[in-house]
């Protein structure tokens, strides 16, 4: 039987590289931003228009290209990133796997102008289907605009399964920021049918959040950071009160790539356990750095998932690095020794149950009766009082004499040189005067103490009940 294995042409190769790496529009937003961040452009616009299916243009201000580049850049596995296959464990570029812009001019038309600073002049390619349609030489500044128009024009069905407008300029907008987020060292734009969505001057990564999701965004944010031998963390998780129905804002990026992992997902939402209120999820912006050779990028075609060498380690540190933010900014339950011990209950009433005040009626009470003299009713009221005192230094009294020489332990009250005050002083109580039916004034060793009986008997009402 005669052979019947022959090699696909390359626009055949091509197209079927595209499947792989262009979904949607917004993949081709995704690569073409990408090559720019490569190309080191400081500037860089996003044009799109009906959500990226009648053009989509990116226009950076890097290297540009040279005119054999510009002609080469469009060949299915040509790259400036990459020499040698070892070189795919030490990436520091976006790209490195050449198919990019041949897949993209597989399937649709594209116009190309670039030109590199030290050249007068610049190229301007017209590629239709994998096809060159033109060669020019064209004036252009510094840097490199490629537009891409009528994407899937030669595979409707490709076309015909895009989703409406709204839900494919949201996803172009998803991968905008996926890229914005991680660089802001770059200046960004987006203008949508004209108009202008985003504008991201140079700044660092607070404040380009900030300017991507709204001042409001600033007060939501806890930091995170963390150093390790294999991993550094920097960025920052939402305060749980602010976390979404929706899995909206959470985003990783690993050596500054926005990577998708359901594992490390897991690990910061093992941070937040218990903190998040039901069917909510927690949102993050978390910056890893690790050694280049330990990870694996190249294990999807859109290099949005990454093997990584040791993932239980990182998973132990992520967790315990926003972990200890949430705790670190009050947010989570933690041990907290900078509180003020004041506002804590002593320790004898901690083990003490509620309990409700009882309404007590003096049901032999007649308002007709005869007013009892004044020093009468400053005695009786006297006697409720110091009985009221004995009862709140009950607990103290025990407690001082289990540990009677533990002091720390007394510190930590407020009021802890009151028990010893009164329990010498009850022999004295007879030395009790009051002042104006307001003031008790009573001896003490070490002097004279006045009480504001009003506010002595609500605080006695407040400690026993
Ligand atoms: P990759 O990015 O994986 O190398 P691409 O198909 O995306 O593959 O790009 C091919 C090559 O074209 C790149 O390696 C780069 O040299 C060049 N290139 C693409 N876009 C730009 C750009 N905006 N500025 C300068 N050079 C570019
Ligand atoms: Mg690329």
Redesign the pocket.
């Known amino acids: 039987m005669a052979d019947i294995i022959q090699l696909l042409p390359d626009h055949v190769a091509n197209q079927i590289a595209a499947g792989e790496v262009v979904q949607r529009p917004a993949s081709v937003v995704k690569?073409?931003i990408?090559?720019?961040i490569?190309?080191d452009?400081t500037v860089i616009k996003l044009i799109i228009k009906d959500a990226g299916k009648t053009l989509i243009q990116?226009i950076?201000n890097?290297?540009?290209?040279s005119v054999t580049?510009a002609r080469l850049?469009f060949e299915r596995h040509?790259?400036?990133?990459i020499k040698a296959a070892e070189d795919l464990f030490n990436l520091h570029?976006?790209?490195?796997?050449?198919?990019?812009?041949?897949s993209i001019a597989a399937i649709a038309h594209v116009e190309l102008k670039?030109k590199q600073s030290q050249d007068e002049v610049g190229t301007h390619l017209k590629i239709e289907g994998s096809e060159v349609m033109s060669q020019e030489v064209v004036v252009t500044p510094n840097?490199?605009s490629?537009s891409v128009k009528n994407l899937f024009y030669n595979i409707p069905a490709r076309r015909n399964f895009l989703k409406s407008t709204t839900v494919e300029t949201r996803h172009i907008i998803d991968e905008f920021h996926r890229v914005t987020l991680a660089h802001p060292n770059i200046e960004f734009s987006l203008y949508n049918n004209g108009s202008e969505l985003f504008h991201l001057p140079i700044s660092n990564y607070r404040q380009r959040l900030v300017n991507t999701f709204g001042n409001k965004t600033n007060e939501k944010l806890v930091p995170v950071e963390e150093e390790t031998e294999v991993l550094k963390i920097s960025g920052f998780v939402v305060k749980p009160e602010f976390a979404k129905k929706t899995r909206g804002e959470q985003f990783f990026f690993v050596n500054n790539r926005f990577i998708k992992s359901s594992y490390l997902n897991h690990s910061v939402n093992a941070a937040f356990d218990g903190l998040l209120r039901p069917h909510t999820h927690a949102s993050y912006f978390l910056y890893l750095t690790v050694d280049p050779k330990s990870i694996d990028i190249n294990i999807h075609p859109t290099k949005t998932e990454i093997k990584f060498d040791d993932e239980h380690t990182l998973y132990a540190i992520l967790r315990s690095a926003v972990k200890h933010s949430l705790g670190q900014f009050n947010i989570a339950p933690v041990l907290d020794f900078e509180r003020d011990k004041n506002l804590d209950t002593p320790y004898s009433y901690q083990q003490k149950t509620g309990q409700a005040p009882m309404v007590e009626v003096d049901r032999a009470f007649n308002p007709f009766r005869e007013e009892k003299v004044s020093s009468n009713t400053g005695q009786s009221f006297k006697k409720d009082l110091t009985n009221g005192w004995e009862s709140l230094y009950v607990g103290l009294e025990s407690k001082s004499n289990t540990g009677s020489n533990d002091f720390s332990e007394l510190h930590f009250e407020s009021d802890d040189e009151a028990p010893s005050m009164f329990n010498d002083d009850v022999k004295d109580a007879q030395k009790t005067f009051q002042l104006k039916n307001k003031y008790i004034i009573n001896t003490i060793k070490s002097g004279m103490l006045v009480i504001d009986q009003h506010r002595a008997h609500q605080r006695v009402l407040y400690e026993v009940h």
């Open positions: 690569e073409l990408e090559n720019a490569d190309a452009a990116v950076d890097g290297k540009g290209m580049d850049s040509a790259t400036s990133k570029t976006k790209g490195f796997r050449g198919e990019a812009l041949a670039t840097g490199t490629i």
